[in-house]
């Protein structure tokens, strides 16, 4: 298949406006880091690969800001404001993966930092995109306080390649924090709430509280700051049972929350969202469920913000695809596959949001040919049929 | 607009919900940006969703231009009415309907203030983090519209960051809820566009925020500086210590002398540049930090430092900079409030330049602005009285172009409405702001969604955005301008 | 009308949440901002000073917690003080509403007249014709306004309204100052008792207090609503008869007086005569409960175990910008215990006049501020204005008593319960 490499945003927009005729549809790949996310994108006529379109455009350490090309990797660019003590909040499992910062905005995909920092949505700035026609356009900046226009990055927020190329992107960054502990504390989903709950509301400010299934069920508290600082609230956090970590244990602990988040081959991955109080009985639900189906699970949840990263493996593939019905059913257009290798079918999403009308809208208004990421949001954006 | 459209919406709302005097809808005219007037045809203030919705499909039916106003405090002109079309007030939606302790979270109305929410929560120890200097009077529905900040915006974010989901009235008159109970949602982020639309997306109805837990220990400072550039570098130095603090505040003497008229809030009267430095977190991380922020501030010359002793002396000195702009109408007749950002690092560079902008036109300029993030708002002083509006308008509008310039952007936080939306191809391109036309059109085909802000329009702006040039997909009878 | 002043406002909105009529509407016309952009269109000629205008002036409530909240300094009190005689010179009112105005103008400031119509009023509750009345359901059938005018009939008894204080009372022991008391004429009649309290509190701590019998009203309620000659003859009546006195220092105990007297200096700034006579009254002029926070106390306090919502009466809080005084006095009493309520700065609806001509939103107004007092749980409200008393009571639950704090102060000096009012609001309860 024809692969677009651009390495400029110039030779982007040309690449895409040129094969406007020749190759109508297009797939966007980055790493591939995120090809099991979604529905699967049909057969294009070319990819735009962004793997070529690197490099740090302009960072400011004083301002605390970074502009990068899409197609770099997020470790690459953690590495470089690492040197002047600072980092960009945001720690998904694919980074490990050399996913690109394209590619996490697209897939709006974040890790356990999501509690304190919340996604890439909260920590861009600025985007240049490109459109279907090969227009390329701006929006945000270079400063962190920004009102002026529509805010582009919101919509590709999520937009699985659908919408068009993210070409480069602003980001904000934050001072790298001076310690880290992780403590443990061994706790049901129930009482892994509670703790959490009481943690957030005593102030203590963990920068993560993720709660664990598989194979023991415990609560992982990320505390970060100055040293003596850190020490200090990991006794307020320290209680009964509660374990504070070494480095390689803390780091055993985080690799598994990421391992859980990209899945084994053969496995399925999904997340989704509900209201925090409601964590607790959705996954007694969906283990409950797995055991019925002769299912294994594994569960990274972040508390607070109500995010549930849940790998499915073992069993029939026809299992899995029960367990994701039964995921749709109770939390809607609000469950995302991450992998979809354990599924029989391709069905990825659930029932469409209340806002799908102004979903579609949007992706007619900048993609009305639908050059791009055909099949990735199946029947939401109904795209052989013709858009309403 | 003919007799049987306004009897629709009496039938629709009630006689009380729709004014038509042209006494009364002349104090509509106009929302905080006094400058820019146009009568509207009716003023609707229906009291629940539904009634929104129903005047919301009348005026898609009728192709009404309809704009939505929450207290009138913004500063750009965005609730500026459009001449034949109506305003909706949702001053008459004022209910909290939940408050969550335990989600975290408060279920409101767009008509309820930013501190009612606040306030609210309170009982449960938690509060809504956006704080504009107008939170007391300034609705939830017009910060979504803005994407308001406030002065702890920079450890916080801003509204977008708050706000979970909303109810809203599409300019079709449908309704759709943009958002989930938590932050991951399949599909487009359409909540994230929505917020900072300036009310040209659709009405938000109802709204979950989120509620933060009150810190556990907060400490404030207020640092004088010889001169505006030291402030300003003992703020660059703050932050690349690693300190991320609640806010940076910065007043300038002009804007000091004003507070200390308007209202004692202990500032001192002869220093050139006050510094408001605000920590908060857990007590530990406060209490090395704070020390930390003393230490840099001598290291950057202050000449005196004055540590909030308690929770009072703190509101009074919170009050007396959330009140400057207002103040400083007791030292000058007349002011215009300008709002833009520059790269932090770049300052000085900026004060500098608007002093030496402000000497040629010989006017007074005060700055007051959010130095963490470079977030300036100078006060350009004149007197209308002595025929110095034009000059005013005119240096207003250089400084907000002189912060584009300097690779930042020309609101912060007050937006762009009916104000800048001509000044808005000094900072984007047309393409730029073809697309962002795009995003408008996917949720409002008619444009009759407070038509002429944000996005320059010929009419607006005469010859000023240049040559309309098509946009590609418009030349190729894909899409149509609205 | 003077322009300057409509000049300051910056339209910044600041004033929205104070303005009680705001709240209840959330119509731009009926806030301060609203009311100061209209006016200033009118100032231009750009809109005729017609009904429409007027109304939303005769609506503001002159609450005045608007003039604190402004950042900018805008004095609303003066702008809405001076265009009120415009309208009413240029806005003809209907005949309804001329009648009813020149009653309340013909009654209110006349303690004979109002003695006389109290007298009826307690005959119409005693007769049993007001059971019967709301019996037959012919109360609820009354204008708005005259069904407000027949709900605040206070509880007064027979003797009560009779009863009056002495023209001199000498202060106990050392004498401290010499004080006169103004009676008013409203609260002369229905407050009977926190003048006889206030006597006795003033003399208990060693003041000489003088209560002329022959005052009149004051002037406040014509000068707040727009009758600007008849207020300023009335400023210079009652300053030749205080005159008479030599005293040290002038009391009120009713807000809207107490602020009318202090304002004396700037109403007559205009006079030859008394200009200056104005000046020095004025600077003599004290709240009760300002008084006795500036008096170091003398006499010993019995302990009240109650716990009391304090009510800022509009006139003493943004008039006379007195509102840590009250407290301190209240706070002065043993095992007693002052809580602020919410939503504190918006008018509970009385308003002088106003909630006998705009009694819906003084309704609404009123339930509000009930409910937030409530909130408090508290056994006894306390404001320092007879209109407030009245208007408060009205919309409180039963068995929550509502007194002037100088009646606290008065059963603590004495050692008493507060038996007075708790029996009056016995008798309010009997009357529902």
Redesign the interface.
């Known amino acids: 298949m024809t692969a677009l490499c651009p390495s400029t945003v110039d030779e982007l927009g040309a690449a895409i406006a040129e094969t406007a005729a020749t190759h109508p549809r297009l797939l966007i790949t980055g790493n591939g880091t995120a090809e099991g996310w979604g529905a699967p994108a049909r057969p294009a006529d070319a990819t735009v690969d962004t793997t070529g379109l690197t490099g740090v455009i302009r960072y ?6 970074i502009a990068v090309r899409a197609g770099t990797p997020l470790a690459i660019v953690q590495q470089v404001v690492r040197e002047h ?1 600072q980092r960009v909040a945001l720690d998904p499992a694919r980074a490990a993966q050399d996913a690109t910062v394209g590619g996490l905005l697209a897939t ?1 995909d974040a890790g356990p930092l ?1 509690t304190s920092h ?2 890439l ?2 920590l861009v700035i600025g985007t240049t ?1 490109v ?1 279907a ?7 945000g ?12 990055a ?6 699985l390649g659908t ?1 068009g190329v993210v070409a480069e992107v602003v980001l904000r960054l ?3 924090p ?1 310690a880290v502990t992780t403590v443990r504390v061994p706790a049901s989903a129930e009482h892994g709430f509670q703790v959490a ?1 009481h943690l ?6 963990a920068a993560a509280l993720e709660w664990c299934a598989g194979p023991d069920d415990r609560l992982l508290v990320r505390l970060e ?2 040293p ?2 850190v020490a ?2 990991v006794r ?1 956090v320290s209680a009964d049972g509660a374990t504070v970590l070494t480095d390689d244990e803390a780091c055993e602990e985080w690799s598994a929350v990421a391992a859980t988040a990209v899945g084994e081959p053969g496995d399925t991955v999904v ?8 964590g607790p009985a959705a996954l007694g639900k969906i283990r409950a469920f797995a055991d019925d189906l002769g299912l294994g699970v594994t569960i990274s949840s972040s508390v ?4 549930h990263t849940v790998r499915v493996h073992g069993g029939a593939a026809r299992a899995h695809s029960h367990l994701l019905a039964a995921l749709h059913d109770d939390h809607h ?4 596959v991450l992998r979809r290798d354990g599924l029989h079918t391709s069905s990825a ?2 029932p469409p ?7 579609r ?2 992706k ?3 993609d ?2 639908c050059r791009f990421g055909a099949g990735r ?1 199946d029947g ?1 954006l109904d795209d052989e049929k013709g858009l309403s | 607009m003919t007799g049987d459209v306004r009897a629709e919406f009496v039938a629709a709302l009630g006689a009380d919900a729709v004014l038509a005097d042209p006494v009364e809808l002349r104090a509509y005219e106009c929302d905080g940006l006094t400058g820019f007037r146009v009568v509207p045809a009716l003023v609707l203030l229906p009291r629940t969703a539904a009634a929104v919705a129903d005047a919301v499909r009348i005026c898609a039916r009728e192709r009404i231009p309809f704009v939505a106003r929450g207290a009138g405090t913004g500063l750009s002109g965005g609730a500026l009415p459009v001449a034949n079309g109506v305003v909706i007030s949702l001053q008459r939606l004022r209910s909290i309907i939940e408050v969550d302790p ?3 979270r408060a279920v409101v109305e767009p008509g309820v203030t930013n501190l009612d929410i606040s306030r609210a929560a309170a009982p449960h ?2 509060y809504f983090a956006p704080d504009p200097s107008s939170q007391q009077v300034c609705t939830i529905g017009g910060n979504i519209a ?2 308001s ?1 406030g002065a702890h ?2 450890k916080y ?2 509204t ?2 708050h706000v979970l989901s909303a109810d809203v009235v ?1 300019p079709d008159g ?5 958002g ?14 929505f917020i ?2 300036e009310g040209t997306l659709g009405i938000a109805t109802r709204i979950t925020v989120k509620l933060l ?5 907060v400490r404030t400072l207020v640092a004088d500086f010889p001169s505006v550039e030291q402030a300003g570098d003992a703020v ?1 130095s703050i ?2 210590a ?3 603090p609640a806010a940076a505040e910065m007043m300038d003497a002009v804007a000091i002398e004003a507070v200390q008229a308007a209202l004692d809030a202990g500032y001192s009267r002869d220093t050139a540049a006050a510094l408001i430095v605000e920590l908060d ?5 406060v209490d ?2 704070f020390a930390e922020v003393r230490q840099l501030c001598q290291n950057h010359g202050t000449t005196n430092i004055r540590v909030a002793g308690d929770e009072h002396e703190r509101a009074l000195v919170w009050k007396g900079r959330k009140a400057a702009f207002a103040a400083v109408g007791r030292i000058s007749p007349d002011y215009i409030v300008q709002d833009g ?5 770049l300052l000085a560079t900026a004060l500098t330049r608007i002093g030496e902008l402000a000497a040629a036109a010989g006017l007074r300029v005060s700055n007051v602005f ?1 130095a963490g ?3 300036l708002h100078p006060l350009v002083l004149y007197s209308e009285a002595a025929g110095e509006l034009e000059r005013a308008e005119e240096l207003s509008r250089a400084i907000a172009e002189l912060c584009v310039d300097l ?10 409405g009916t104000d ?1 939306a001509c000044s ?1 191809p000094r ?3 047309e ?6 036309a ?6 409002d ?1 008619d444009g009759i969604c407070n038509p002429g802000k ?2 320059p329009t010929p009419r607006l702006c005469g010859e000023k955005p240049g040559v309309h040039r098509p ?3 418009e030349a ?1 009878g ?2 149509e301008r609205t | 009308m003077n322009s300057e002043p409509l000049a300051d406002c910056v339209h910044c909105g600041f004033c929205l949440p104070t303005c009680p009529t705001y709240v209840v509407s959330g119509q731009e016309t009926e806030s301060p901002r609203g009311r100061i952009y209209l006016m200033d269109l009118a100032a231009r000629g750009e809109i005729s000073v017609d009904e429409a205008f007027g109304g939303h002036i005769d609506s503001c409530l002159g609450c005045l917690a608007c003039v604190p909240a402004c950042p900018s300094g805008v004095r609303y009190d003066k702008l809405i003080e001076s265009v009120r005689p415009q309208v009413e010179r240029e806005v003809p009112r209907g005949f309804a509403d001329r009648l009813f105005r020149r009653l309340i103008f013909a009654l209110f400031p006349y303690p004979n007249r109002l003695r006389l119509a109290a007298l009826a009023g307690l005959l119409y509750t005693r007769s049993g014709l007001r059971t019967l009345l709301h019996r037959l359901g012919v109360v609820e059938r009354l204008p708005s306004r005259l069904r407000a005018l027949e709900a605040l009939l206070p509880p007064v008894g027979l003797q009560a309204l009779f009863s009056s204080v002495p023209e001199m009372t000498p202060g106990r022991g050392e004498v401290r100052l010499r004080v006169g008391l103004l009676a008013g004429c409203a609260n002369r009649v229905f407050f009977g008792d926190v003048n006889a309290a206030t006597v006795r509190v003033l003399a208990a701590e060693g003041c000489d207090v003088y209560v002329p019998r022959d005052n009149q009203c004051c002037g406040a309620l014509s000068s707040h609503a727009g009758h600007e000659e008849d207020g300023a003859e009335r400023a210079k009546a009652t300053i030749e008869m205080f005159e008479r006195y030599r005293l040290d220092v002038v009391v009120a105990n009713v807000a809207g007086c107490g602020s009318a007297l202090k304002e004396y200096g700037d109403i007559l700034s205009g006079s030859p005569d008394f200009a200056e006579r104005a000046k020095a009254f004025s600077a003599k002029v004290r709240d009760i409960t300002e008084l006795l926070a500036e008096l170091p106390a003398r006499t010993a306090r019995a302990p009240l175990d109650l716990r009391v919502a304090y009510h800022d009466a509009c006139h003493l809080a943004n008039a006379q910008g007195v509102r840590s005084q009250p407290r301190e006095v209240l706070r002065s009493i043993p095992g007693l215990s002052v809580h602020d309520i919410a939503e504190a700065e918006l008018c509970c609806g009385s308003a002088g006049i106003y909630n006998l001509v705009q009694p819906d939103t003084a309704e609404e107004l009123g339930r509000r501020k009930a409910e937030n007092l409530q909130a408090t749980g508290p056994d006894v409200v306390a404001t320092a204005n007879a209109g407030c008393l009245l208007q408060i009571r009205r919309f409180l639950d039963e068995g929550i008593t509502v007194v002037h704090p100088v009646q606290l102060l008065d059963a603590s000096i004495r050692g008493v319960a507060l038996f007075a009012t708790a029996d009056l609001n016995a008798k309010t309860r009997e009357r529902r």
Not at chain 1, 141 to 152: P, T, W
Not at chain 1, 154 to 159: D, Y
Not at chain 2, 341 to 345: A, E, I, L, M, Y
């Open positions: 400011s350490p004083a301002d605390m800001t003590g709006a999501r919340g996604s949505r909260d995109v459109l026609d090969g227009t390329t356009a701006r929006s900046g270079h400063v962190i306080k920004n009102v002026a226009g529509y805010d582009l919101k919509l590709f927020h999520g937009s919408l934050h001072p790298a001076r709950t957030v509301t005593s102030g203590v400010e700051g100055t003596d600082g200090d609230r307020e997340r989704f969202g509900a209201l925090p109080a409601a607070p913000a109500g995010v257009a609000n469950v995302t999403w659930g949001p209340s806002a799908i009308r102004v979903m809208a949007v007619h208004r900048f009305p040919t949001f939401w | 335990v989600n975290r120890g938690l803005e994407n900040g915006c920079l974010g801003f977008v960051h599409l449908t309704t759709a809820v943009l989930a109970d938590s932050p991951h949602l399949g599909g487009y982020d359409l909540l994230g566009a900072g639309s837990p009150k810190p556990a220990a660059t932050i690349a690693g300190i991320v977190g857990p007590q530990a991380e090395i930090q950002v520059v790269p932090r690092t959010h993030d470079g977030n690779g930042g952007s020309l609101s912060g936080e007050h937006g762009i800048k808005m900072q984007f391109s393409d730029d702001l073809a697309t962002m795009l995003l408008r059109a996917a949720y085909t944000v996005l946009h590609p997909l190729a894909l899409i």
